[in-house]
């Protein structure tokens, strides 16, 4: 028993540094009556036909995007899994990493080389609207749903694909009864995520949706912050964002089904080659191609810029630097919060207490959709009486990238450790295995893959943030998102793509290293 | 051990004399936008020069733009570290000024080469620009010569602009069509909204997709042809010259009230009107000095349009009918 | 009758050295397969369901050849140590799926499965879900599946290695009645000669990819001559 109580204990500090670094800055934004200038708006806004059509379209567009995200990813995620012998598959796997990393602004510019007047498949002026939106958001979340949903195929037993086949079972059936259990476990959490970081996108719907008709809370929250400076509105806005995902979290939750596992002695978990099908290679390649020209139109861009010019930058090689600190050390807060709440959810889940499991799953995710710029705004108003903020940028930036991680890691790790969780807890307590032990013995071999998972995702998504750095007027460090953003707010939009390829393979580079080192040597 | 003692102690003594010699020298705080701080931005040469004759120590903080920075300076009070403020501009003067937290300059500019005398006890100019439509003489041959042709021209190019909301070139534009239109402002927003293409978060992301060939034209400032004359000597652009005016952008600095080194940024206020820092402006920040004539520009600028009249609302009135007025234009272009 | 006539396997990488099986066994018979780990019972097993494509060889039952078939038509069954059921669906529709995997059942297949979980003893379980059951009981439906299959080759695949004693008897007993009442031949490997004493006449000893010995159960286990025998049986 006391192995839950240490459990339950950790999970209770991550929780409670979360609800502080989420509650606090919103309870600070509120109480600004001293402020100079200050009026306080009429709170009873969010009733008007603005905010109200705002967030219809805030919800149709995530919802929408959503879908046309995750439903593909299922079946390209399928491909992979029954294609394990495809040539260029680790690579483009690797690929599939990398939009997630590319700050929005530049990730615009690429969708818009391939999709614009002037590019590959031109769509014209129909491009910027919801067409354009929903393709940005389908770079940016179909690969990292395949990703997600893909370590699911590895979950199913061989001896369930040698029954199959002896049952006589068609592919429909293989699904049913196979393939869409062993989705449905990671399946609303992927939902959940990737409809939460469509919710939030603002340089997005912004610039490809064409104009005020594509308006989000997000715009809406900056706007009340920023121009208007009525941090109550902003609260009130960022409440109401996260009120509404609270609710599509719980509703995507209670789908999830956490494993009916057997509990057996050994896990067999050889993957199975079926015989090739054409269906899966054209749709591994129109994955491959879909996710590839806006990546490769950035090469090409970059190619054709001031290489060696932005490379000889001494300034270029500490943002690189200052990246890969903030990085690594979100990372690390990130996996380490992801991991204490993950071990007490697994924990409750095998106790049968399901939705205290699903709560605090829902607590470690929910906490993206909190503007990082309430956030942020919130810990000056807190800290600047007290403390000479411009010397803690670091720790707030690192903290807050930790946050926004969080759902990623517990995304990628959940899965995996639930599922390890549910066959070897009772084996453990049995043999008294605990602590590091467990940890050295049981946990790390098992979990190491999603573990490097985790780590990566979590670093890639810290390195490539703009939206917190900004915030943080920092005297002497950039960042390298930072640095595109000064150099394209110069004009130096050639060099802007050349430093944005450069963040590119940084980051694939850490990406492929993390999962390399922690994950170990993949096998399939 | 010993070793390790005496290395160690060396850098504890090497810490100890830094930390007494930035002591000894003051530190001038001054908060600024991004562009500026950068390395190819004006900061770097600021504060060489200004260190060179102050015997003080120049901090320049990059926040992300003018709006940030006095939201900044609101949240922090009089708990700030900032002594001045540089890069507002004058659609947030009126705002700054009713936070109270600004302290008279009490200077005067000796010269100015602003198309209006400048009279503000608060704020002083550093540089200033005109928005413009700006593109490319390649795919625009005749490109419309006043606003009124640019809203009414059915047929007319095709257009970038950026969220008043989010952006100050933006809000400026919105500005300028009132000022030019008055209450026709919603109707020649309806007929504008026909030949937009996208309105997007910021200028970056306009002209980047400017640059890409997505627009005939973007809402840029009449300076910009002169960076790619200039720094990538390319001819090709071109800012169009509108009839009824331009509007105007003033960027202006002011003395933070709360400031322990009144006396020390007041000394700054002065250097930064002097020709020193003005003839840093033009080829860093790209906009056109307050000081200085346009004899005295860098070549390549004699080739930009000279916007006659040079346009500019109240600010009193903006402050006070901004949010309205955005609202308008939201209503107007969600249809 | 079921034979192995000179069924050849190798892994592609071509390490390992062939394997050459050859053995028959008689209908309504129960053959034990024991050898050390790593001798290729198992793959012999894989060979037979068609999971595996030999190199070389026949496999033929009651003198036709089913090595070409492609693995649903072969008339085996196989049960596994584990992973026989879907943890998701109940343990009637378990069974059923043995019938037809669309599971369009008509009447009366609907009442072979009820019965098949009758003489299982399974009946007032058929509504639970297989993490509910025990290790035994999970077998008995996959011996269930089995029954309503009413194919002729039985694979056990170290189907009782998990469970105890007394139940693994109790199961050899419910598969020897299986296969006597249903004109079926089994092949069951283990790593118990227990289970060899208790389901079948005869035994073969699997080692390095061949069978070097086939006898009846009884003079494999304690009179053998072959020094890999003795070692093996030693060893355990």
């Not at chain 1, 919801?130 to 749903?145: D, E, M, Q, R, S």
């Not at chain 3, 007394?166 to 006597?180: C, D, F, H, K, S």
């Amino acid at each position: 028993m006391s192995g839950l109580n240490s459990r339950a204990i950790a999970a209770g500090l991550v929780l409670a540094v979360l609800a502080l670094i989420v509650l606090a800055p919103m309870a600070g934004l509120l109480n600004l009556s001293g402020i100079p200038g200050y009026e306080p708006g009429d709170l009873r806004f969010w009733q008007s036909a603005y905010i109200r059509r705002v967030l219809f379209f805030s919800f149709w567009q995530a919802l929408l995007s959503t879908l046309c995200s995750v439903l593909p990813a299922i079946l390209v995620a399928r491909a992979f899994a029954l294609l394990p012998d495809f040539p260029l598959r680790g690579l483009l796997l690797r690929l599939f990493a990398l939009p997630l990393v590319v700050p929005a602004v530049v990730a615009v510019m690429g969708v818009v080389s391939v999709y614009g007047s002037g590019g590959w498949i031109p769509l014209g002026r129909s491009l910027y609207g919801l067409n354009g939106i929903l393709l940005a958001h389908v770079f940016f979340n179909l690969p990292l749903a395949v990703r997600l949903l893909l370590p699911q195929w590895q979950t199913i037993p061989q001896h369930h694909w040698q029954l199959g086949e002896q049952l006589g079972m068609n592919a429909w059936q293989r699904w049913r009864f196979l393939e869409w259990p062993a989705v449905r476990e990671a399946l609303p959490g992927v939902l959940l995520l990737v409809f939460m970081l469509c919710l939030t996108s603002f340089a997005v719907v912004l610039t490809l949706g064409g104009g005020p008709k594509s308006t989000t809370l997000e715009v809406a929250i900056y706007q009340s912050l920023r121009f208007d400076f009525d941090p109550a509105q902003a609260v009130v806005l960022a409440l109401l964002q996260l009120s509404i995902c609270t609710l599509v979290a719980i509703l995507t939750l209670k789908l999830q089904r956490l494993p009916e596992v057997e509990i057996t002695l050994t896990s067999d978990l050889k993957p199975v080659t079926i015989r090739q099908n054409s269906l899966n290679i054209m749709l591994i390649l129109v994955a491959g191609v879909f996710v590839g020209m806006p990546l490769l139109s950035m090469l090409i861009d970059a190619f054709a810029g001031p290489l060696w010019q932005v490379i000889g930058n001494t300034t270029l090689w500490q943002s690189i630097g200052n990246t890969l600190f903030i990085g690594l050390s979100a990372a690390v807060f990130s996996v380490g919060a992801g991991w204490f709440l993950l071990q007490y959810s697994a924990s409750l889940s095998l106790t049968g207490k399901t939705g205290k499991a699903r709560l605090l799953d829902l607590a470690g995710s929910i906490v993206y959709v909190v503007p990082p710029l309430v956030i942020g705004s919130g810990m000056f108003v807190l800290l600047s009486p007290h403390v000479d903020v411009f010397a803690w940028v670091y720790p707030i930036v690192i903290t807050i990238n930790a946050l926004m991680g969080l759902p990623f890691v517990i995304r990628s790790l959940g899965p995996a450790l639930r599922q390890n969780h549910a066959r070897y807890h009772y084996l453990c307590q049995s043999l008294s295995l605990q602590g590091w032990n467990r940890f050295r013995y049981l946990e790390w071999p098992l979990l190491r893959r999603p573990l490097g998972l985790a780590a990566a995702l979590a670093t890639a998504l810290a390195m490539g943030d703009l939206g917190v750095i900004a915030l943080f007027g920092t005297p002497h460090t950039a960042t390298l998102p930072l640095l595109i953003y000064q150099q394209l707010g110069a004009y130096m939009i050639p060099q802007a793509t050349v430093t944005a390829l450069l963040l590119l393979l940084l980051s694939l580079t850490v990406f492929w290293g993390l999962e390399r080192v922690i994950g170990g040597k993949a096998d399939a | 051990m010993h070793k390790v003692f005496r290395l160690f102690s060396s850098t504890a003594l090497a810490l100890l004399l830094s930390f007494a010699v930035q002591a000894a020298t003051p530190t001038l705080v001054i908060y600024t936008y991004d562009s500026f701080t950068s390395e190819w931005g004006p900061g770097p040469l600021v504060k060489a020069a200004f260190e060179a004759q102050c015997a003080c120590n120049l901090e320049l903080v990059g926040l992300e733009d003018g709006v940030s920075m006095l939201n900044r300076l609101k949240l922090e009070g009089s708990n700030s570290r900032a002594d001045l403020l540089l890069g507002i501009d004058t659609s947030l003067t009126a705002e700054a000024r009713a936070s109270g937290l600004f302290a008279p300059h009490r200077l005067t500019m000796k010269k100015s080469s602003l198309p209006e005398p400048w009279q503000d006890d608060l704020f002083l100019p550093y540089d200033y620009g005109y928005f413009a439509f700006v593109y490319n003489k390649e795919r625009l041959g005749s490109p419309p010569s006043s606003l009124r042709q640019l809203v009414e021209d059915e047929q007319g190019p095709s257009i970038l602009v950026q969220d008043p909301r989010t952006s100050t070139p933006g809000l400026g534009l919105l500005l300028w069509v009132k000022k030019v239109f008055g209450d026709e402002s919603d109707q020649a927003w309806a007929r504008l909204s026909k030949r937009i293409v996208t309105v997007s978060k910021g200028w970056s992301e306009a002209y980047g997709l400017f640059l890409k060939g997505e627009a005939d034209m973007v809402l840029s400032y009449t300076t910009s042809p002169a960076y790619h004359l200039i720094a990538e000597q390319d001819a090709r652009f071109a800012a169009a010259r509108f009839s009824e005016g331009h509007y105007q952008q003033i960027e202006v600095a002011g003395m933070v009230r709360s400031s322990q080194q009144q006396q020390l940024a007041r000394d700054f206020l002065e250097f930064m009107l002097s020709d020193n820092f003005q003839s840093i402006i033009p080829t860093t920040n790209w906009m056109y000095p307050a000081t200085l004539a346009r004899s005295e520009l860098p070549a390549g600028f004699e080739q930009l349009i000279e916007p006659s009249p040079a346009l500019l609302l109240d600010e009193q009135l903006v402050a006070s009918k901004r949010k309205a007025w955005v609202e308008d234009w939201l209503e107007v272009m969600s249809q | 009758m079921l034979e192995i006539d000179r069924l050849e396997f190798g892994y592609a990488n071509g390490k390992a050295p062939t394997m050459q099986f050859n053995l028959s066994v008689e209908a309504g018979e129960i053959m034990s397969l024991i050898g050390p780990s790593g001798s290729g019972k198992s793959t012999l097993l894989n060979l037979i369901a068609g999971f595996l494509a030999p190199r070389a060889g026949q496999i033929l039952l009651d003198g036709i050849p089913i090595g070409t078939e492609c693995v649903t038509s072969r008339p085996v069954s196989i049960v596994f140590q584990q992973h026989n059921l879907f943890p998701h669906l109940d343990l009637y529709t378990n069974v059923a799926l043995g019938i037809d995997p669309s599971l369009h059942l008509n009447r009366e297949q609907t009442a072979a499965v009820s019965e098949a979980l009758d003489q299982l003893g399974l009946s007032d379980l058929q509504r639970r879900k297989p993490g509910e059951l025990s290790g035994g009981q999970r077998q008995r439906v996959a011996l269930a599946r089995v029954l309503v299959r009413k194919r002729k080759i039985l694979l056990l695949d170290e189907a009782f290695a998990a469970l105890g004693p007394a139940l693994r008897a109790e199961l050899i007993g419910l598969v020897r009645n299986l296969v006597r009442d249903n004109n079926m031949l089994a092949l069951l490997v283990s790593h118990q000669p227990r289970d060899a004493l208790l389901a079948s006449a005869r035994t073969a000893f699997i080692c390095a990819g061949k069978v070097i010995a086939l006898e009846k159960t009884g003079d494999l286990l304690d009179h053998s001559q072959l020094p890999e025998v003795r070692d093996y049986l030693g060893s355990i």
